[in-house]
Protein backbone atom coordinates (compact mmCIF):
# COMPACT_ATOMS: atom_id res chain seq x y z
CA UNK A 1 0.00 0.00 0.00
CA UNK A 2 1.00 3.31 -1.03
CA UNK A 3 -0.02 6.51 1.51
CA UNK A 4 0.21 9.97 0.01
CA UNK A 5 0.43 13.24 2.63
CA UNK A 6 0.12 16.75 0.86
CA UNK A 7 1.30 19.53 2.52
CA UNK A 8 0.93 23.27 1.58
CA UNK A 9 -1.95 25.21 -0.42
CA UNK A 10 -3.92 28.08 1.24
CA UNK A 11 -4.93 31.39 0.24
CA UNK A 12 -2.99 33.94 -2.79
CA UNK A 13 -3.71 36.41 -4.37
CA UNK A 14 -4.00 36.62 -8.41
CA UNK A 15 -0.21 36.46 -9.56
CA UNK A 16 1.17 35.36 -6.63
CA UNK A 17 2.86 31.95 -5.69
CA UNK A 18 2.45 29.03 -3.89
CA UNK A 19 3.97 25.49 -3.26
CA UNK A 20 2.62 22.07 -2.66
CA UNK A 21 4.59 18.67 -1.28
CA UNK A 22 3.78 15.06 -1.54
CA UNK A 23 5.28 12.91 0.27
CA UNK A 24 4.81 8.83 -0.15
CA UNK A 25 5.51 5.83 2.00
CA UNK A 26 4.76 2.42 0.69
CA UNK A 27 6.27 0.06 -1.87
CA UNK A 28 8.85 2.36 -4.25
CA UNK A 29 6.70 0.00 -7.26
CA UNK A 30 4.01 1.35 -7.04
CA UNK A 31 4.65 5.03 -6.86
CA UNK A 32 6.93 4.99 -10.33
CA UNK A 33 4.74 8.09 -11.65
CA UNK A 34 3.65 10.69 -8.92
CA UNK A 35 1.26 13.52 -10.31
CA UNK A 36 -1.48 16.41 -9.46
CA UNK A 37 -4.67 16.53 -10.40
CA UNK A 38 -7.30 19.24 -9.28
CA UNK A 39 -10.94 19.55 -8.88
CA UNK A 40 -12.33 22.66 -9.35
CA UNK A 41 -15.89 24.44 -8.08
CA UNK A 42 -18.72 22.62 -10.51
CA UNK A 43 -15.74 20.83 -12.36
CA UNK A 44 -14.63 17.25 -13.04
CA UNK A 45 -11.23 16.05 -11.65
CA UNK A 46 -8.01 17.09 -14.36
CA UNK A 47 -4.82 16.30 -15.17
CA UNK A 48 -2.15 19.18 -13.83
CA UNK A 49 1.03 17.34 -14.09
CA UNK A 50 3.32 13.99 -13.49
CA UNK A 51 6.94 12.99 -13.34
CA UNK A 52 8.04 8.99 -13.16
CA UNK A 53 11.20 7.77 -11.50
CA UNK A 54 12.52 8.01 -15.26
CA UNK A 55 12.45 11.42 -15.41
CA UNK A 56 9.30 11.99 -17.65
CA UNK A 57 7.53 15.77 -16.71
CA UNK A 58 4.32 16.09 -18.47
CA UNK A 59 2.13 19.40 -17.94
CA UNK A 60 -1.53 19.91 -18.87
CA UNK A 61 -1.61 23.44 -21.31
CA UNK A 62 -3.63 25.14 -18.87
CA UNK A 63 -0.66 25.54 -16.24
CA UNK A 64 2.24 24.88 -18.60
CA UNK A 65 4.68 27.58 -18.23
CA UNK A 66 3.28 28.84 -14.86
CA UNK A 67 3.76 25.42 -13.02
CA UNK A 68 6.84 23.38 -11.99
CA UNK A 69 6.77 19.81 -10.98
CA UNK A 70 9.90 18.26 -9.38
CA UNK A 71 10.35 15.24 -7.33
CA UNK A 72 12.57 14.21 -4.33
CA UNK A 73 13.47 10.30 -6.00
CA UNK A 74 15.41 9.27 -2.71
CA UNK A 75 12.64 10.36 -0.22
CA UNK A 76 9.42 9.62 -3.08
CA UNK A 77 8.72 13.37 -2.56
CA UNK A 78 7.25 15.65 -5.02
CA UNK A 79 6.47 19.05 -5.49
CA UNK A 80 4.63 21.73 -7.69
CA UNK A 81 5.15 25.39 -7.53
CA UNK A 82 2.72 27.72 -8.91
CA UNK A 83 3.06 30.79 -10.10
CA UNK A 84 1.28 33.94 -11.87
CA UNK A 85 -1.80 32.24 -10.01
CA UNK A 86 -5.25 32.97 -11.41
CA UNK A 87 -8.81 32.68 -10.05
CA UNK A 88 -9.14 29.62 -12.53
CA UNK A 89 -6.71 27.77 -10.72
CA UNK A 90 -8.73 27.77 -7.41
CA UNK A 91 -9.44 24.23 -6.63
CA UNK A 92 -8.81 21.32 -4.39
CA UNK A 93 -5.26 19.37 -5.42
CA UNK A 94 -4.58 16.01 -5.20
CA UNK A 95 -1.55 13.80 -5.18
CA UNK A 96 -1.61 10.64 -7.04
CA UNK A 97 0.64 7.49 -7.62
CA UNK A 98 0.53 4.51 -9.55
CA UNK A 99 3.38 2.44 -11.04
CA UNK A 100 2.62 2.93 -15.07
CA UNK A 101 2.80 6.19 -16.68
CA UNK A 102 -1.20 8.15 -17.98
CA UNK A 103 -2.10 11.32 -17.45
CA UNK A 104 -6.17 9.75 -16.69
CA UNK A 105 -6.85 10.64 -13.06
CA UNK A 106 -9.11 6.97 -13.17
CA UNK A 107 -5.94 5.16 -13.97
CA UNK A 108 -4.04 5.74 -10.31
CA UNK A 109 -4.43 3.84 -6.97
CA UNK A 110 -3.03 5.53 -4.31
CA UNK A 111 -4.37 9.50 -3.32
CA UNK A 112 -3.95 11.85 -1.04
CA UNK A 113 -6.70 14.01 0.29
CA UNK A 114 -6.22 17.29 -1.29
CA UNK A 115 -4.94 20.76 -0.56
CA UNK A 116 -7.32 23.89 -0.92
CA UNK A 117 -5.89 26.60 -3.52
CA UNK A 118 -7.43 29.54 -3.11
CA UNK A 119 -6.93 32.80 -5.95
CA UNK A 120 -8.66 35.88 -5.29
CA UNK A 121 -8.97 38.31 -7.49
Known amino acids: QVQLVESGGGLVQAGGSLSLSCAASGRAFNTYVMGWFRQGPGEEREFVAL???????AYSDSVKGRFTISRDYANDIVYLQMNSLKPEDTAVYYCAADAAYSRQASDYDYWGLGAQVTVSS
Open 51 to 57: VTRSGDI
